[in-house]
């Protein structure tokens, strides 16, 4: 009697066990697919309307999951720069540029696409420079031109009658300061590159229309 009494403690136990082995299997199964459920709704919901929504989505569906709080994108912050290719530059300025006097159509200088502006303010400005002296009183008086390009008349300049010459070019994203005597007395912050073509005149001025 005992013996038996024995035998079926062991066999109960042994079904409890069995229960709560298979308990723990189903839900376990269940976590997974609950689990499955949400990546493809998650994957679905992405698709549909975006990742602020499905993150709204998990906040109520999920309750009692950890859920990150959205991270917005780093957006890298540009310096500010401004170069001049010299390559690009028509003419270009590594020699000497000889020009005629008698050149009544002038001379053009271009600097088309040659300026790389990144991050920088607009628009640019373009100064140029003939024969420039650090004097605040002639350095208005030696810019020539205030555009991308530069058509030089040099028989109109003071000092035609010497050969040898300097053109300037500053480009910068601010203007000059109102009291500037320097090609490149900027406000603080500006960016601004210069290049410099040497001259040298040929022939005479001509004379009359």
């Not at 308990?23 to 689990?35: F, K, P």
């Not at 040298?200 to 001509?206: E, P, R």
Request: include cysteine; glycine fraction near 4%; aromatic fraction near 8%.
């Amino acid at each position: 009697m005992i013996r038996h009494f024995l035998r079926l403690r062991r066999s109960l136990a042994w079904l409890r066990a069995s229960a709560v082995l298979r308990a723990m299997t189903v839900l376990r199964a269940m976590t997974v697919l609950r689990a499955m459920t949400v990546l493809r709704a998650m994957t679905v919901l992405r698709a549909m309307t975006g990742p602020r929504t499905v993150l709204a989505w998990l906040t109520v569906a999920c309750s009692g999951c950890i859920v990150p709080a959205p991270v917005d994108p780093v957006v890298p912050v540009l310096q500010p720069t401004l170069i001049i290719q010299k390559n690009g530059l028509d003419p270009l300025p590594f020699s000497q540029k000889i020009i005629s006097r008698a050149a009544k159509e002038g001379f053009e200088f271009k600097t088309s696409g040659a300026v790389r502006a990144t991050a920088t303010k607009l628009p640019l400005h373009y100064h140029w420079y003939y024969d420039y002296i650090s004097n605040p009183s002639v350095l208005a008086a030696t810019k020539v031109c205030n555009e991308e390009r530069c058509r030089l008349f040099v028989c109109k300049y003071v000092g035609n009658n010497k050969d040898e010459h300097t053109l300037t070019l500053v480009v910068s994203d601010q203007a000059l300061k109102e009291a500037a005597q320097e090609p490149t007395d900027f406000p603080v912050g500006a960016v601004f590159d210069t290049v410099s073509w040497p001259i040298v005149l040929s022939d005479s001025c001509a004379v009359g229309p």
